[in-house]
């Protein structure tokens, strides 16, 4: 029995790293180089935080299964938090952008545990339903707190720190930490409870600590491209976080594929990137987002990709093993 | 004085949100699925019930029942198309379909007829002017809403609790496998529903029209998303409850609107149904869920 060809750990590692540098490359020429439009080259910044809205929200809809449709909520928590902190002007520039980026994950992660725990002794639809509402009483909390938010006329000023190397940075360690998280035992636990919540409560995992972890985990993500969305516009008006941006990260996630996570990035560089480009069909585009959502669950319920994730070191084994097989095959014909 | 007009307008109110609330419940009650599109599907009446009267001159009666013709139409054709596939899918999978018809509805609507409000001709359906009883003044809209509403609800306890159909829909709601074992139609029974759901959202529609007369493509969202509450409030699935639900949400509004904190409704809303889920999940008139293995 001859052993089937892979790749070793460190090479795998190395794989990986040298992929990101070159999407790094890549994306700091388009964006820096003046290759692009001012507003396309915006727009590969905006990629960059729906990347990290889709993941975290996969990692809710995806990996545990539930429904929430209150993800625009988190973020606007993180937007908000992030860039009181950054106006505040407390800490010089590169510690305060650490700091707040940290500060609005925090925040929204300590939202996300006190809806959580309501919420998630509550299944499915009642769960959309409450995590909507929570949504909507965000929006009108700082629609109404204008001493604090700006209220309606919105919150200005805010330094503008989401350039493209802090969004790549930040987009990396989110998927990193999804990643890792959802190969660990604790990520094993989260998929137990998507499959078959009473079996593995009756395999002893802690089915509402878990539900918990993963909905702050998801709503930390969520707060934190919030607070990169503030430092991206420069300025916050609640309007930006109602019912329709929950909305529109579903559709990514849903689009993309329910539980994969190269699923979420690609379509949310697609669906982000698609209104730019095809400017002549904007009006026509919810309605195109609307039936293919309605299509993608009548005949494809898992989403595009399903629960595929692509792995670029499995591919370069695979393409091993195919030339080799064929150098074996020639040999045995001699 | 004051307190009487502002119960009359809670109640003018509360009897819409029942109405709407009722195709919520019982669509739930029987396919367990929020019908996101409920409330999209009384915007679409609004624009019927606004053509008709103005670019078509319908008479005020021929108007409201080819409104409510349309909304049911528009129910089983929506149901046909996007939920009957799904029958047998996960629930999540019904509910993101749901949610596309909401968005896919709204967005039609806003191509046809674009985002800004058409001022619907509400003389043109109700009379205006008041009535004068025991020295209160009534305006006619708002006896005419109230008597309606509470027509159609009587309407529908009759069809569901007397009524050989009716009987088949509580037994489909009840256990669909068992229904279907004693002959019952099942997929019929559920495309009744929407039906007779849509029917009420017809009626909801135009009494909601002459309550606020701007049509505009989002109008569906709140007034759903409160008689959704609504619904949940009174116990999701019960058709007395949905009711209840319904005029305490419209007498909540008033009370709302009077301590000049309007702006904070949706926010009250929702907290009362986080509230609601905490403290008695199944409503006010709802039984406990038994949960099978």
Known sequence: ?334 | MIFVNQLIIGLQMGSIYALVALGYSMVYGIVKLLNFAHGDIIMVGGYIALFALTSAHMPPVVAAVVTVLGCTALAVVIEKLAYTPLRSAPRLSLLITAIGVSILLQNVAQLLFTADGHSFPAHMLLPAGSLTIGGFQVAYTALITILASVASMVALTILVQKTKLGKAMRAVSEDTGAAQLMGIHVNHIITFTFAVGAALAGVGALLYSVQFPLIMPTIGVMLGLRAFVAAVLGGIGSIPGAMIGGYVIGLLEVLVVAANLSSWMDGVVFLILILVFMVRPTGIMGRPMLEKV
């Open chain 1, 1 to 334: 029995m001859k052993q089937r060809f892979t790749i070793p750990m460190p090479a795998r590692y190395g794989i990986n790293i040298g992929l990101l540098v070159l999407f790094l490359i890549v994306g700091n020429l388009i964006v820096g180089g003046n290759l692009l439009p001012r507003a396309h080259s915006n727009n590969v910044i905006q990629v960059g935080f729906f990347i990290i809205l889709a993941v975290s929200l996969n990692l809710s809809t995806g990996y545990l299964g539930q429904l929430p449709l209150g993800h625009a909520g988190f973020m606007a928590v993180g937007a908000y938090a992030g860039a009181i902190f950054w106006r505040s002007g407390l800490l010089p520039s590169e510690a305060s952008l650490v700091v707040g980026l940290l500060l609005a994950g925090v925040v929204a992660a300590i939202f996300g545990v006190l809806i959580g725990i309501p919420a998630l002794r509550l299944k499915g639809d009642y769960l959309a339903i409450i995590t909507l509402g929570f949504g909507e009483i965000i929006r009108v909390l700082i629609n109404n707190l204008p001493a604090i938010t700006g209220g309606a006329q919105g919150l200005l000023g805010i330094p503008r720190y989401s350039t493209f190397l802090v969004v790549y940075i930040c987009v990396i360690l989110t998927c990193g930490a999804i990643h890792m998280l959802m190969k660990s035992r604790h990520g094993r636990a989260i998929l137990s409870i998507r499959e078959n919540e009473i079996a593995a409560e009756s395999c002893g995992i802690k089915t509402t600590y878990y539900k918990v972890l993963a909905f702050a985990a998801s709503a930390f993500f969520a707060g934190v491209a919030g607070a990169l969305f503030a430092g991206n516009l420069g300025i916050l008006v609640p309007g930006d976080f109602d019912f329709m941006a929950s909305i529109n990260i579903l559709m990514i996630v849903v689009l993309g594929g329910m539980g994969s996570m190269a699923g979420s990035v690609i379509a949310a560089a697609i669906l982000t990137s698609l209104p730019v480009v095809m400017q002549p069909l904007a009006q026509y585009r919810m309605i195109i987002y609307a039936l293919l959502l309605i299509l993608v669950m009548i005949f494809k319920p898992s989403g595009l990709l399903g629960t595929y994730d692509f792995s670029l070191s499995r591919v370069i084994e695979r393409l091993v093993r195919r030339i080799t097989a064929g150098r074996i095959k020639e040999k045995g014909a001699k």
